[in-house]
């Protein structure tokens, strides 16, 4: 893989990683109305929590990959 290439795709998977950090913090919609707010907020948590572990396993992937992008790379310069 040319340098051109490797530097590429570490800018798409940092833009991605910026991208689910946005989304992560960004502000949920407005839920509709209810007359529960308890589960409502149970449900917005429940929902956080999803996104939070979605992004946590996509972290170590996209970690993982890079290692092995490291490992191709110092393959390629020795």
Avoid: C, Y
Avoid at 14 to 22: G, I, T, V
């Amino acid at each position: 893989m040319s340098e051109a290439r490797i530097d590429e795709a570490i800018g798409r998977i940092e833009n991605a990683l910026r991208r689910m950090d946005a989304a992560r913090t960004a502000n949920p919609p407005a839920p509709a109305p209810d007359d529960t707010p308890g589960q409502e907020e149970a449900a917005n948590s429940a929902r956080v929590m999803a996104l939070v572990n979605s992004h946590e396993k996509l972290r170590e992937e996209v970690a993982d990959t890079l290692r092995e992008l490291d490992g191709v790379i110092a393959e390629l310069e020795e």
